[in-house]
């Protein structure tokens, strides 16, 4: 593959990537760079991870410094738009650091923090603004920002835009756009509401493509392990005796699951932040500096932050609950093995995630292993299917039918035992001793039948999950 100075750009941007570190470009930045300088729309479409930053923000600093003139009052040339506050202030970042010797200016707006600065550094105008949409329509409405001078329009992360709920926003930003313009459409897939989108936006656009839709990095290790729902946070923290675990990023599905999580490893002795969206920016902002600095070793997320984390060196990724959003699984399992590192990929799923690792397995066109973690070792396909299919029975407990009037299981007699609870040896299964919610899980449950008697013991088939 040629080297950056193969693109036509400047030498004082070569001098940045010099100095960045960066000389050969990844596929998504061969292609879409001589694009974007030749001026043409372009739809690009990359899994995370693949460097589209620097696929859009090199060709638009130089595209910017070769047609010099003053940024519009209240306004911007460039205006990139952003799902999260965390991938704004990075992208605002890459274009300072990739533009240092352009003598560009750059502003990030996004809400969380006070208005004032954001007011002031938008009255004298920038030449790139990045944001999120909810801010800057809020600056619009106020009369404090205009973009009737935009030149380059970028959205990036569309797809994660239309999972957030930013399509009409998107929408009400870009009629106050001129209609001389250039649009850059970036996504890591294109559900069939974003192709409608792109098509609205973009005039006769590129198409790049460097990945099919909804694929995962080749060089993530990729393991699902099937376990009940109580027993996720004793797993978690056995995972943290591996001295492998350096940097390591696990996602939730709720904001107060991430807290929850985060406190658990506090208990065992890992040092761990939760981030989401009801942490002030403040707060997001020091969590991911420790993170990033090895200050704590592992970060719980929600996906709302999924993509604005571009941390080097994450070593694992634990998905402890599956995502209801299967194209979510790429974007979480992405922030490792990133900028062309390994990376280790480990989702928990409970007996009610089934069927979102089956939409996943379905979406990424492949069968996430499953993982044996008493013999260490990765199971084949046929063996896989077997232990998904052991785990889901529940030997020590059959399910018996209910006799609706009589307070016993159909075809038993007052003289037969009822089914007890017996610890059952599976590979995955803890030691009673350690698990702690195992005394729990054997103690049978009681039920008042519809006959007005109680069965007692396991009539009713469960396993004493806790909650």
């Known amino acids: ?139 619009l409405e106020q009369k404090v920002a205009n973009l009737s001078e935009v030149e380059i329009f970028v959205l990036d992360e569309a797809d994660q835009m239309l999972d957030l709920g930013f399509v009409v926003p998107i929408r009400k930003i870009a009629k106050l756009l001129p209609h001389k313009r250039q649009n850059l459409f970036f996504s890591a897939t294109m559900p069939n509401e974003i192709g409608k989108l792109a098509g609205e936006l973009l005039k006769d656009p590129a198409h790049v493509s460097v990945t099919p839709q909804a694929t995962t990095v080749e060089k993530i290790d990729q393991k699902v392990f099937f376990i009940e729902g109580a027993r996720k946070r004793a797993l978690l923290g056995e995972l943290f005796e591996d001295e492998a675990m350096k940097r390591v990023l696990i996602f939730t599905r709720t904001k107060r699951g991430a807290d929850r999580v985060a406190k658990q490893l506090a208990t065992v002795g890992v040092e761990a932040a939760a981030i989401h969206g009801d942490k002030s920016q403040g707060q997001r902002e020091r969590s991911l500096a420790s993170f990033r600095a090895g200050a704590v070793q592992a970060l719980v997320a929600t996906d709302i932050a999924a993509r604005g984390i571009d941390v080097d060196g994450v070593t694992h990724v634990v998905q402890y609950e599956l995502p209801n959003v299967p194209e979510a699984y790429v974007h979480r399992i992405g922030r490792t093995a990133r900028a062309g590192a390994a990376g280790i990929a480990i989702a928990f799923c409970g007996e009610e995630e089934r069927g979102l690792l089956r939409d996943i397995q379905r979406v990424t066109k492949q069968t996430i292993p499953s993982w044996d973690r008493r013999n260490d070792r990765t199971l084949g396909a046929s063996e896989a299917a077997l232990s998904a299919a052991e785990q889901a029975q529940k030997p020590d407990q059959p399910r018996q039918q209910q006799n609706r009037g009589r307070g016993k299981p159909q075809g038993q007699s007052k003289s037969q035992p009822q089914a007890q609870h017996r610890p059952v040896h599976r590979p995955d299964a803890y030691n009673p001793l350690t698990d702690a919610g195992a005394e729990a899980a054997r103690k049978p449950r009681r039920r008042r039948n519809r006959g007005g008697a109680r069965s007692k013991g396991a009539a009713n088939g469960t396993t004493g999950a806790l909650a």
């Open 1 to 139: 593959m040629n080297d950056f100075n193969s693109l036509g750009l400047a030498k004082p941007i070569l001098q940045a990537l010099s100095h960045e570190g960066y000389t050969i470009p990844t596929p998504i930045q061969a292609q879409a760079i001589p694009l974007v300088l030749q001026g043409r729309d372009l739809l690009g479409i990359a899994q995370t991870g693949t460097g589209k930053t620097a696929a859009f923000a090199l060709p638009i600093i130089q595209r910017l410094a070769d047609n010099s003139q003053p940024a519009p009052r209240r306004g911007c040339r460039c205006l990139v738009l952003s799902p999260t506050r965390e991938l704004a202030t990075q992208i605002a970042d890459s274009f300072r650091a990739y533009g240092k010797h352009m003598g560009l200016s750059v502003a990030v707006v996004f809400g969380g923090v006070k208005y004032g600065p954001q007011v002031r550094e938008l009255a004298a105008g920038v030449d790139i603004l990045v944001a999120t949409p909810g801010r800057l329509i809020d600056h």
